[in-house]
């Protein structure tokens, strides 16, 4: 067996059987290290090489964290929740009570896609605002598996379909820039033409879970939301207007110098300037937003060393020209296998950004000779980088919604949001880049 496919293989099924995810990936790592023919000296040191490019990662999402929790002592997510909470109370039957589940759901929808393109700040949201909502969400009996779904889908959707924020840098700096160089004239194709099939296939995806798969109530314990996440935070209006400000110049300083680090411990900084945040607090406040989101640093950390195992043995090309040659001149089947394929190396490494480059040399070439169009070879080496990004244990489309949903541990990683995003996503995102390969 390929050991890229092994490798993978054995990272879902130790996910699924509840073994931590840092643990899967170290073990589905040096599995698939060995059956790719590297010896274990040379599996490790390959991982530990791995390692080194994801400690910028975590280190920003221990930043964000701190900067989330200062976020929170301000109030500001509270008074949004106070003011659902209020409404959950007049109105709690019926209509009005599914009114407000879709204007949380469309709030958090909103931001999600805001997060992507016109406020580039990624996961860091979550944090922010989900946890707070827990409560409300809770005496909605709103099912975190339908707010995980729709997490992601704004998390993913906006950057492989609108060339702006992330999107700019996927579809324009990565998947052009990637198939303009190994043989198609990309400069007059427009890209969310080509896209546009595929992330139809997203919103389905959604729509399916909003409405069908999880429109039914849940319940959790409210006394282990009120014992994680106060629901009695104290706020005023200059706590409120200081938040903002510190999201501001946070925003602002992250685009000036292009580094979330820095722009999160300036908006941290400015709590503690204001005096939100009192001084003696600011250390273990700190301390404490680390550890919110240690998880997915490790995590992330993790994954890179995964993918840099699986390049080490030299299984990913050997994959993709497998699959090559069992296609023969068959366009349907080349399609598939190419979109089964570019899903498998997205699961294991976690980032749909670093699959493109992998993925393009070897498909552009073959897509060219089976008689693809410029804009079919387009959305076909697009979807096949996206494929996986939603329903992979180490993406930090998963984990993002997983940190503000599981603050209360009532909410688990795999079942909770790996499975239900991978099911509502990678298969329609499947059929329909399948389609557009072949309508285009």
Known sequence: MNAVVAAVLIMLVLSLCRIHVVVALIIGAISGGLIGGLSLEATINSFNTGLEGGAKVALA???????????????????????????????????AANGIRYMIIGLLLAVAVSSQNILPIHIAFIPLVVPPLLYVMAKLQMDRRLVACVLTFGLITPYMFLPVGFGGIYLNDILLANVADNGVDASELNVMSAMALPALGMFIGLLVAVFFSYRGGRGYDLKRIEQTERVDVKYNPMTLIMALAAIVVAFVVQLWLGSMILGALAGFVLFNVSGVVKWKEADDLFTE??????????IMIAANGFAEVMRETGEIKSLVEGSVAAIGENKALAALLMLVVGLLITMGIGSSFSTIPIIAALYVPLALQLGFSPLAIVALVGTAG???????????????????????????????????????????????????????
């Open 61 to 95: 999402y221990a930043t964000l964290g701190a900067f989330a929790v200062a976020i929170g002592k301000s109030g500001l997510a509270h008074a949004l929740a106070d003011k659902a909470l209020v409404m959950v109370g007049r109105q709690d039957q019926g209509d």
């Open 289 to 298: 937003g680390m550890k919110m989101l240690a998880m997915i640093g490790f």
């Open 386 to 440: 996206a494929l996986g990004d939603a329903g992979s244990p180490a993406s930090d489309s998963t984990l993002g919604p997983t940190a503000g949903l599981n603050v209360d541990g009532q909410h688990n990683h795999i079942w909770d949001t790996v499975v239900p995003t991978f099911l509502h996503y990678n298969l329609p995102l499947l059929a329909f880049g399948w389609l557009a390969a072949m309508v285009l």
